[in-house]
T-cell receptor, first 119, second 112 residues
């Protein structure tokens, strides 16, 4: 259980275009989802936390107008990279926190990631 | 905010030997410490985790120890196998702050 499906797995886009990445919780309701960016050979850096029905909270240094996050339902969160540039090329991963009330199921589950290449 | 340091950045171990990866955290209010294994281009996979009310946890060849006083926790892999080769990340969650701070990662290579 507790599976997060992330699409697309890979995307190549031209500089200046926008790309949307979707994360869906398949068998549970994800009140909170997290979006990470991972550059080659580096750690996961949290970009933003999205809560269903409210505005996302962005980490310091992350442009909210460039990385648009929408969490309109308990099972879907989207990240749109607007006006993408080559420096936005990275591995983007979403994550959902599991129900804190269920102590046996405490933790996080991750999507499979999206490799974005901007040319 | 929380800061997590991880050492070493790379580790090569002969097959069958043990591997140890260490992490330190800065905020004593952190209370959840998971370890993830990540293969190239794949999602992080939880391999073991520990809560702050426990000092040690073991699952077959994998164990994690936590020293709250010193604010460090370690991953121990015994009887290493080639399939253990991957990048390992530690992380810490601050109590009441529902997000993870990751360490910088350790690339573990098991030498056959």
């Amino acid at each position: 259980g507790a599976v997060v499906s992330q699409h697309p797995s890979r995307v190549i886009c031209k500089s200046g275009t926008s790309v949307k990445i979707e994360c869906r919780s398949l068998d549970f309701q994800a009140t909170t989802m997290f979006w990470y960016r991972q550059f080659p050979k580096q750690s996961l850096m949290l970009m933003a936390t999205s809560n269903e029905g409210s505005k996302a909270t962005y980490e310091q240094g992350v442009e909210k107008d460039k990385f648009l996050i929408n969490h309109a339902s308990l099972t879907l969160s989207t990240l749109t990279v607007t006006s993408a540039h080559p420096e936005d090329s990275s591995f983007y991963i979403c994550s959902a926190s599991l129900d804190r009330a269920l102590m046996y199921n405490y933790g996080y589950t991750f999507g499979s990631g999206t490799r974005l290449t901007v040319v | 905010g929380e800061n997590v340091e991880q050492h070493p950045s790379t580790l090569s171990v002969q097959e069958g030997d043990s591997a140890v990866i260490k992490c330190t955290y800065s905020d004593s209010a952190s209370n959840y410490f998971p370890w993830y294994k990540q293969e190239l281009g794949k999602r992080p996979q939880l391999i073991i985790d520990i809560r702050s009310n426990v000092g040690e946890k073991k699952d077959q060849r994998i164990a994690v120890t936590l020293n709250k006083t010193a604010k460090h926790f370690s991953l121990h892999i015994t009887e290493t196998q080639p399939e253990d080769s991957a990048v390992y990340f530690c992380a810490a969650e601050l109590f009441g702050n529902e997000k993870l701070t990751f360490g910088t990662g350790t690339r573990l290579t098991i030498i056959p």
